[in-house]
């Protein structure tokens, strides 16, 4: 049967104007009868093709125990299928099954006594030694391999709190290669080397996070800030969870999440649309729905009752965080925030003229306005001169929040804001991979078409509107306050007056 | 608990296996191999068609785009930090934040700031070892303002002194922090160990911020920034005789250059082994070996080389071995470096925790060493190959692609041909040329080992078989703040 004629339960082609008719963004839109979702968006000037397919599950759809699977998943996605990476795979299978029992005996092993020790040691040998054997039938990396043999650049992929993205750049002739690797993955990925990738996993915590000052702090903050939105969960997962993690839960995992109602595919560049199109129903169409709908968190952050305040001592450059609650995606007060984002921000914001410029107290200060998806985020930051009173700083930042509660912004201001929406609208068009994710981005907090409409939502908000939303969100009696600073007593370093204490052993 | 595990699997396994592999539906490949593609239809694209020599001197190549109402700007000066003058380390980045932040004539360091935000200009001045780099974008109605702008930013700095101590204490806090993490600190006290005592090594100091002032930027400015010694690439919606018109104005006309060679260099390893004292749980780990300046005929072969070795991600043998068969790192890369202006060095690097600092570094000599021995496969050869003739088609993407890869190839010197050649070359290297070259530049017995971590870690597990840290000799230990003082 042809896959193709059964395929468009809708299909769009739109040559959708966007921003005052300056830009014309042919997007195609289309939808497979098993659910997964199609963005293409023709280039003929370039000579390949971003492609890159998107699962919506991320950290926020993790639980105690099983916080960074979907980060893990990320990972072993690589390990190939049961066609790629294996020249047998029903001969694999009795191996994995011997490491997932060892692997369960080291772990209880080192439950049992607190940390590993010889005996789980033990049981970690004869994982190699079972390892080992099963690579007899292993084809390392075969799936890097493809595509790189294929001309693919920046292969990778990316987990985020509420997707996750695997992403290859192809000559624009290779995109089947994309369909027939990646329609592979989403039916018949094989957890091969499961315990040794963990170990991997466990290394990049420990780089992003645990060896990082900022990491660690920044981790625990995002904890302390939502008390129950999932978003409180850390992307790449707590520690105990990481070694705690076996096959089975990650198949559990796969088997909820990693279907076509759950993704969609965005291709940007020089394709043609007709043909990719049915390329994708071909190789995709036959893969079924998840056996039930994905179930959407429904934790919701409670309303703050009163002020969170954290420090944190450590040897990092001083710095402070002042979070705020805000509503999820879709809430048109999200446009006002991003005005008031606008207008604090950058080199001449208010922020910025009144911290560095005028009191000289911090050598820079950053604001966002982070659309998510149920709760929302408004952050200030600064990075805090040594020896600045972090009181001050604060108060400062009060003041400037209250005087956007009593007093609408300029025209001046809300010019710079509407040239600066529409300049990062444009900027976000220049590369193949960063509209892709853009359109992704925005398809997961609803329509991918909120993209371009997003910069007249914006030039819509009136400057009368501003106080109201200040009052309403910035309230500093709720926020959340961090503060990174260098251990009580501390002293920089002397300048250049040092000694190297060279220890010459040998 | 177990009894739910296994029921999940069996599960698992009677729903994955109704599925089919692609084979099996629509007459589709049973393996990605068999799939036939249409032609390319590509060729890499020439600068030439691009390239001006305008009425004022100037070198520029110039692209109309009218996809997006956008223009991009990339400028390249000949000049960098291998320039500063000694004991005023830190002058020529300096100089690339004072060109923006300090004001210039037409617009005071209290209004420049405004008008950039203003119009939403993304202007950035920022210098490296070799190079100082101008880049612009903006949208193309505000062309007018954008390059009115750009004018004054690259011709007519004020270098207000009281943004300049301001800027200084902004770089000299940084300086306080910039050991904070660890890939930072592995990334200068190897350069430390490599180049002692010559100014590939040189770190900026609290100090010798403290010496800048403002005569030295405008005679850095006076010297760096000029018609003669830029190379300018532009791309975006306009009209190209308009370009050309407005770069003849902006630009005033090429005098004499003076003096912009950089400094001759030779990596000089001054210890064994640097150990940066850092109370973290990993090693953070870089050993290499003194390369050279290209151009250089080895080049391609040890381009191969180091992909196969571990340039090329995860099917390079020690992506392979390290990480993926031994879970002992997440990153692992070996680097031949491709510097025009000085020596460079071939290294590999990678972090792993302290307890697997021996046995991850011992595996990574193993690897090279039967490379040393056994040479490298046709089948890895050929692999190295299609991987990299095969991105080139990502390099040259839009007009503007085109435009900054065609002045950073003239920047460097390089043949207006080098990308049309490229592929050639390449296939010219033979399974010999690389094993040569493996055996001329990567011994192992030769290789100076820069580690960050905690001291006491790295010893009591920097001894394995194939590796004892014990024994790296001379070797010197220091605390991160103390990086600067090295020769």
């Given at each position: 049967m042809d896959v193709a004629a059964r395929l468009l339960l809708s299909f769009l082609f739109l040559g959708l104007s966007a921003n005052a008719a300056e830009i014309n963004l042919p997007v195609s839109y289309s939808t497979l009868d098993n659910g997964l979702r199609l963005i293409m968006v023709p280039d003929t000037n370039v000579a390949v093709v971003s492609c890159r397919v998107y699962y919506f599950v991320g950290s926020m759809y993790e639980s105690s125990g099983y916080t960074g699977l979907s980060h893990m998943f990320e990972h072993m996605?690589?390990?190939?299928t049961r066609h790629l990476g294996t020249t047998d795979y029903e001969k694999e299978i009795p191996y994995m099954d011997a490491i997932d029992s060892l692997d369960r005996l080291a772990y209880n092993r080192e439950q049992a006594v607190g940390h590993p020790d010889s005996v789980s040691q033990l049981y970690r040998r004869q994982i190699t030694e079972t390892l080992d054997k099963q690579r007899k039938y292993i084809k390392k990396d075969e799936i890097w391999e493809l595509y790189q043999n294929n001309g693919g650049t920046g292969l990778n992929a990316w987990t985020a709190d509420n997707m996750t993205a695997y992403i290859v750049t192809l000559p624009r002739n290779k995109v089947e290669l994309f369909d027939w690797i990646e329609s592979d993955r989403m039916k018949d990925p094989v957890l091969r080397e499961f315990t040794s990738e963990r170990d991997v996993v466990m290394e990049e915590r420990r780089m992003r996070i645990d060896n990082r000052p900022d990491g660690r702090y920044w981790e625990r903050l995002n904890a302390l800030f939502d008390i129950a939105s999932p978003y409180r969960i850390p992307t790449i997962g707590w520690p105990s969870d990481i070694r705690g993690y076996t096959r089975a839960k990650l198949e559990q995992h796969i088997h909820k999440f990693y279907t076509p109602d759950n993704a969609v595919i965005i291709l940007v560049g020089n394709i043609d649309t007709v043909k990719a199109k049915k390329d994708v129903a071909r190789y995709f169409g036959s893969i079924p729905r998840a056996p039930q709908p994905k179930e959407e968190p429904i934790t919701r952050e409670p309303a703050p009752i009163g002020e969170t305040r954290y420090t944190v001592y450590d040897q990092a450059a001083p710095h402070l965080d002042m979070l705020f609650h805000t509503p999820g995606f879709p809430n048109p007060d999200l446009y006002r925030l991003d005005v008031i984002e606008g207008i604090l921000s950058g080199r001449s914001g208010r922020l910025y003229r009144r911290l560095v410029d005028i009191e000289g107290l911090c050598t820079s200060v950053d604001v966002s306005n982070d659309l998510r998806l149920f709760d929302g985020c408004f952050q200030i930051s600064a990075d805090l001169k040594t020896g600045t009173d972090p009181a001050r700083v604060e108060k400062i930042i009060r003041e400037e929040l209250a005087r956007i509660d009593a007093v609408p912004p300029t025209d001046a201001e809300m010019r710079r804001v509407s040239n600066e929406i529409r300049m990062s609208f444009v900027s976000d068009l220049k590369s193949l991979e960063g509209l892709s994710d853009r359109l992704a981005f925005f398809e997961r907090l609803g329509n991918w078409k909120d993209m371009l409409t997003y910069p007249d939502s914006i030039a819509?908000?009136?400057?009368?509107?501003?106080p109201a939303v200040a009052k309403k969100y910035l309230d500093p009696a709720f926020m959340t306050i961090g503060l990174l600073l260098p251990p009580p007593g501390a002293m920089p370093p002397p300048p250049g007056g040092f000694t190297p204490s060279t220890e010459q052993l040998h | 608990m177990r009894l739910i595990a296994f029921s999940i699997i069996v599960l698992l396994s009677s729903a994955l296996a109704v599925y089919c592999s692609?084979?099996?539906?629509?007459?589709?490949?049973?393996?990605?191999?068999?799939i036939v593609y249409g032609p390319l239809n590509w060729t890499v694209p020439l600068g030439g068609p691009y390239r001006e020599t305008l009425s004022n001197g100037l070198r520029a190549y110039i692209a109309t785009d009218s996809q997006l109402p956008l223009i991009q700007v990339v400028a390249y000066f000949r000049w960098g930090a291998l320039k500063d003058p000694s004991g005023r380390e830190g002058a020529c980045s300096l100089l690339g934040k004072l060109m923006?932040?300090?004001?210039?004539k037409a617009y005071p360091p209290d209004s420049i700031d405004a008008v950039v935000d203003r119009y939403a200009l993304r202007i950035n001045v920022s210098s490296g070892e070799d190079m100082v780099e101008f880049s612009a974008s903006f949208l193309s109605d505000y062309a007018d303002t954008a390059f009115t702008v750009i004018k004054q930013i690259l011709f007519d700095p004020i270098f207000d002194k009281k943004e300049l101590e301001r800027e200084k204490k902004i770089v000299i806090e940084d300086l306080s922090h910039r050991f904070d993490n660890p890939g930072p600190t592995l990334d200068a006290a190897y350069q430390k160990a490599m180049y002692a005592a010559t100014p590939a090594s040189r770190l900026p100091t609290e100090q010798s911020i403290r010496r800048i002032d403002r005569n030295l930027l405008v005679d850095l400015h006076r010297r760096a920034i000029s018609t003669g010694n830029c190379i300018f690439s532009v791309a975006g919606k306009f009209d190209r005789p308009a370009m050309i018109e407005r770069l003849e104005k902006l630009f005033p006309p090429a005098g004499p250059v003076g003096d912009t060679a950089f400094p001759k260099i030779l990596a000089g390893p001054s210890e064994k082994c640097l150990v940066i004292h850092k109370p973290i749980t990993q090693a953070y780990v870089r050993f290499g070996v003194p390369l050279f300046k290209r151009p250089d005929s080895d080049y391609y072969a040890a381009s191969i080389a180091n992909f196969i070795l571990g340039g090329g991600g995860f099917t390079s043998r020690l992506g392979m071995r390290v990480r993926s068969n031994a879970g002992l790192t997440y990153s692992i890369h070996a680097n031949a470096e491709s510097n025009y202006t000085y020596p460079g060095t071939w290294y590999i690097d990678f972090f792993t925790k302290s307890e697997t600092f021996g046995q991850a570094t011992a595996l990574s000599l193993e690897v090279i060493r039967e490379l040393r021995a056994n040479g490298i496969t046709d089948a890895e050869l050929e692999h190295a190959k299609e991987t990299l003739v095969g991105g080139l088609p990502s390099t040259f993407r839009s007009p503007f692609d085109i435009v900054a890869t065609y002045g950073w190839n003239e920047y460097y010197g390089r043949s207006p041909l080098h990308f049309q050649k490229y592929a050639g070359d390449l296939q010219a290297i033979t399974k010999d040329d690389v094993t040569r070259v493996v055996g001329k530049y990567m011994n192992p017995a030769a290789f100076t080992f820069t580690v960050v971590g905690d001291t006491a870690a790295l010893r009591a597990h920097g001894t394995v078989e194939g590796f004892?840290?014990?024994?790296?000799?001379?070797r010197k230990v220091i605390a991160p703040e103390s990086i600067p003082l090295l020769p």
């Amino acid at each position: 049967m042809d896959v193709a004629a059964r395929l468009l339960l809708s299909f769009l082609f739109l040559g959708l104007s966007a921003n005052a008719a300056e830009i014309n963004l042919p997007v195609s839109y289309s939808t497979l009868d098993n659910g997964l979702r199609l963005i293409m968006v023709p280039d003929t000037n370039v000579a390949v093709v971003s492609c890159r397919v998107y699962y919506f599950v991320g950290s926020m759809y993790e639980s105690s125990g099983y916080t960074g699977l979907s980060h893990m998943f990320e990972h072993m996605m690589f390990k190939g299928t049961r066609h790629l990476g294996t020249t047998d795979y029903e001969k694999e299978i009795p191996y994995m099954d011997a490491i997932d029992s060892l692997d369960r005996l080291a772990y209880n092993r080192e439950q049992a006594v607190g940390h590993p020790d010889s005996v789980s040691q033990l049981y970690r040998r004869q994982i190699t030694e079972t390892l080992d054997k099963q690579r007899k039938y292993i084809k390392k990396d075969e799936i890097w391999e493809l595509y790189q043999n294929n001309g693919g650049t920046g292969l990778n992929a990316w987990t985020a709190d509420n997707m996750t993205a695997y992403i290859v750049t192809l000559p624009r002739n290779k995109v089947e290669l994309f369909d027939w690797i990646e329609s592979d993955r989403m039916k018949d990925p094989v957890l091969r080397e499961f315990t040794s990738e963990r170990d991997v996993v466990m290394e990049e915590r420990r780089m992003r996070i645990d060896n990082r000052p900022d990491g660690r702090y920044w981790e625990r903050l995002n904890a302390l800030f939502d008390i129950a939105s999932p978003y409180r969960i850390p992307t790449i997962g707590w520690p105990s969870d990481i070694r705690g993690y076996t096959r089975a839960k990650l198949e559990q995992h796969i088997h909820k999440f990693y279907t076509p109602d759950n993704a969609v595919i965005i291709l940007v560049g020089n394709i043609d649309t007709v043909k990719a199109k049915k390329d994708v129903a071909r190789y995709f169409g036959s893969i079924p729905r998840a056996p039930q709908p994905k179930e959407e968190p429904i934790t919701r952050e409670p309303a703050p009752i009163g002020e969170t305040r954290y420090t944190v001592y450590d040897q990092a450059a001083p710095h402070l965080d002042m979070l705020f609650h805000t509503p999820g995606f879709p809430n048109p007060d999200l446009y006002r925030l991003d005005v008031i984002e606008g207008i604090l921000s950058g080199r001449s914001g208010r922020l910025y003229r009144r911290l560095v410029d005028i009191e000289g107290l911090c050598t820079s200060v950053d604001v966002s306005n982070d659309l998510r998806l149920f709760d929302g985020c408004f952050q200030i930051s600064a990075d805090l001169k040594t020896g600045t009173d972090p009181a001050r700083v604060e108060k400062i930042i009060r003041e400037e929040l209250a005087r956007i509660d009593a007093v609408p912004p300029t025209d001046a201001e809300m010019r710079r804001v509407s040239n600066e929406i529409r300049m990062s609208f444009v900027s976000d068009l220049k590369s193949l991979e960063g509209l892709s994710d853009r359109l992704a981005f925005f398809e997961r907090l609803g329509n991918w078409k909120d993209m371009l409409t997003y910069p007249d939502s914006i030039a819509e908000v009136k400057p009368g509107e501003i106080p109201a939303v200040a009052k309403k969100y910035l309230d500093p009696a709720f926020m959340t306050i961090g503060l990174l600073l260098p251990p009580p007593g501390a002293m920089p370093p002397p300048p250049g007056g040092f000694t190297p204490s060279t220890e010459q052993l040998h | 608990m177990r009894l739910i595990a296994f029921s999940i699997i069996v599960l698992l396994s009677s729903a994955l296996a109704v599925y089919c592999s692609p084979a099996d539906e629509n007459g589709l490949p049973s393996h990605p191999s068999e799939i036939v593609y249409g032609p390319l239809n590509w060729t890499v694209p020439l600068g030439g068609p691009y390239r001006e020599t305008l009425s004022n001197g100037l070198r520029a190549y110039i692209a109309t785009d009218s996809q997006l109402p956008l223009i991009q700007v990339v400028a390249y000066f000949r000049w960098g930090a291998l320039k500063d003058p000694s004991g005023r380390e830190g002058a020529c980045s300096l100089l690339g934040k004072l060109m923006k932040n300090g004001g210039t004539k037409a617009y005071p360091p209290d209004s420049i700031d405004a008008v950039v935000d203003r119009y939403a200009l993304r202007i950035n001045v920022s210098s490296g070892e070799d190079m100082v780099e101008f880049s612009a974008s903006f949208l193309s109605d505000y062309a007018d303002t954008a390059f009115t702008v750009i004018k004054q930013i690259l011709f007519d700095p004020i270098f207000d002194k009281k943004e300049l101590e301001r800027e200084k204490k902004i770089v000299i806090e940084d300086l306080s922090h910039r050991f904070d993490n660890p890939g930072p600190t592995l990334d200068a006290a190897y350069q430390k160990a490599m180049y002692a005592a010559t100014p590939a090594s040189r770190l900026p100091t609290e100090q010798s911020i403290r010496r800048i002032d403002r005569n030295l930027l405008v005679d850095l400015h006076r010297r760096a920034i000029s018609t003669g010694n830029c190379i300018f690439s532009v791309a975006g919606k306009f009209d190209r005789p308009a370009m050309i018109e407005r770069l003849e104005k902006l630009f005033p006309p090429a005098g004499p250059v003076g003096d912009t060679a950089f400094p001759k260099i030779l990596a000089g390893p001054s210890e064994k082994c640097l150990v940066i004292h850092k109370p973290i749980t990993q090693a953070y780990v870089r050993f290499g070996v003194p390369l050279f300046k290209r151009p250089d005929s080895d080049y391609y072969a040890a381009s191969i080389a180091n992909f196969i070795l571990g340039g090329g991600g995860f099917t390079s043998r020690l992506g392979m071995r390290v990480r993926s068969n031994a879970g002992l790192t997440y990153s692992i890369h070996a680097n031949a470096e491709s510097n025009y202006t000085y020596p460079g060095t071939w290294y590999i690097d990678f972090f792993t925790k302290s307890e697997t600092f021996g046995q991850a570094t011992a595996l990574s000599l193993e690897v090279i060493r039967e490379l040393r021995a056994n040479g490298i496969t046709d089948a890895e050869l050929e692999h190295a190959k299609e991987t990299l003739v095969g991105g080139l088609p990502s390099t040259f993407r839009s007009p503007f692609d085109i435009v900054a890869t065609y002045g950073w190839n003239e920047y460097y010197g390089r043949s207006p041909l080098h990308f049309q050649k490229y592929a050639g070359d390449l296939q010219a290297i033979t399974k010999d040329d690389v094993t040569r070259v493996v055996g001329k530049y990567m011994n192992p017995a030769a290789f100076t080992f820069t580690v960050v971590g905690d001291t006491a870690a790295l010893r009591a597990h920097g001894t394995v078989e194939g590796f004892e840290f014990e024994k790296l000799s001379p070797r010197k230990v220091i605390a991160p703040e103390s990086i600067p003082l090295l020769p």
